[in-house]
């Protein structure tokens, strides 16, 4: 049986340990020594001299006492800003941070989670199949982790991500690709007080340009977004260079092919226009992934929410997580919602119950592999 008092004091302490994104090694230690107690073999992969971490994703294995096919359950470690000195406190039902960094349920609940579940399973001597965990670096900002997981060490072929913001018992069964657009407009300095004719204003390029641009919730399936538009020194210099960071995504590959065609296209035409040139860099930081409704994954996790009386759900996301990487390396992978109110904000919190119901769900699934 799930420990309530216990997984409150686990995850209370697990984010206290620092770990900003890349710098996640004290908590790598710290969890390892963890998973090492509950009989599990650990190896630290070279993720984090590939992507400029500290360390390197934790890979765990427990040896089954069943004949069934492995199973990988996955979280991230790192935290984003602010995340130095957190502070929990229990306000009635939910564990919030005093308000001065955000709480690191994102995604330190979903470790908690599993670390109970597992605690469970050797106190009550569970017969399970093989177990494999990961603890991933770097998710926050491009999912490097993921993407410099040593592929090798693993058996899986299926996975339970715990990294969704939704109520345990959701089923993240679709999520997008994302492309990331990197532009400089090259205009012409002039005086802009006496002779602006004379220039060509990258900012005044890159003004036309983005006004042509299907921007935003382009369709049910598609974003897109300028995010940072730098450039300009003076009031009195016609701005010779503008950058520009952007972004597309979409469940569909095509049609994001699509609409980052389009949006580099409105650069370059326009920058013609204008008898200037841009500079652009395109790519794609991960691929959409789908699971179908009737996959056997699925049946896995509905027929575990069932068992413990929650209710379960499929849905899509439009943000990424590990699960896309995971899936784009041929390990068929679930994002699970746990909980996570109000991410990446000051006012993070998650409600004890959520914490407690993940950790069941987590045991549920591994009892009936």
Do not use: W
């Not at 008092?5 to 996640?24: A, G, H, L, W």
């Amino acid at each position: 049986m799930i420990n309530q008092d216990r997984i409150v004091k686990e995850f209370m302490k697990y984010v206290q340990i620092d770990s900003p994104t890349k710098n996640e090694k004290a908590f790598a230690e710290f969890i390892s020594k963890e998973l090492e107690e509950l009989g599990a073999e650990i190896y630290i992969d070279d993720a984090g001299e590939k992507s400029g971490c500290n360390t390197g994703n934790v890979i765990a294995k427990l040896k089954g006492s069943k004949d069934v096919d492995a199973i990988l359950f996955s979280c991230h470690m790192d935290t984003v800003s602010p995340s130095i000195g957190i502070k929990p406190i229990i306000k009635g039902d939910a564990i919030y941070s005093d308000g001065t960094t955000i709480l690191g349920a994102d995604d330190k609940a979903g470790i908690a989670a599993i670390l109970e579940a597992l605690k469970v399973i050797k106190e009550e001597n569970v017969e399970h199949g093989p177990i494999e965990i990961v603890f991933s670096v770097y998710e926050e900002g491009g999912l490097f982790g993921a993407k410099n997981l040593d592929y090798g060490k693993l058996e899986s072929k299926k996975a339970i991500v715990l990294d969704s913001g939704g109520d345990p018992g959701e089923i993240i069964i679709q999520g997008p690709a994302q492309d990331k657009i990197d532009v400089k407009v090259i205009g012409k300095p002039a005086h802009a007080g006496v002779a602006p004719e004379e220039g060509i204003s990258a900012i005044n390029v890159a003004a036309h340009a983005i006004s042509k641009m299907k921007l935003l919730r382009v369709d049910k399936e598609t974003t897109a977004n300028i995010g940072i538009i730098e450039g300009g020194n003076a009031t009195n210099i016609v701005t010779p260079e503008v950058n520009i960071k952007a972004e597309a995504r979409s469940l569909s590959n095509e049609k994001l092919d699509n609409q980052t065609a389009h949006m580099v296209k409105c650069f370059e035409d326009t920058a013609n226009e204008y008898n200037t040139k841009v500079e652009i860099e395109t790519s794609r930081m991960y691929g959409a992934f789908t699971i179908d409704e009737g996959d056997e994954l699925v049946k896995l996790v509905k027929n575990a929410c069932e068992n413990i009386g929650i209710k379960s759900f499929t849905n899509s996301t439009g943000g990424g997580s590990d699960t896309n990487i995971l899936n784009g390396n041929g390990i068929k992978a679930l994002n699970l919602g746990i909980g996570e109110r109000k991410p990446h904000t000051l006012e993070e919190h998650i409600y004890i119950k959520d914490l407690v119901n993940s950790s069941k769900l987590v045991l549920e699934i591994i009892k009936s592999i």
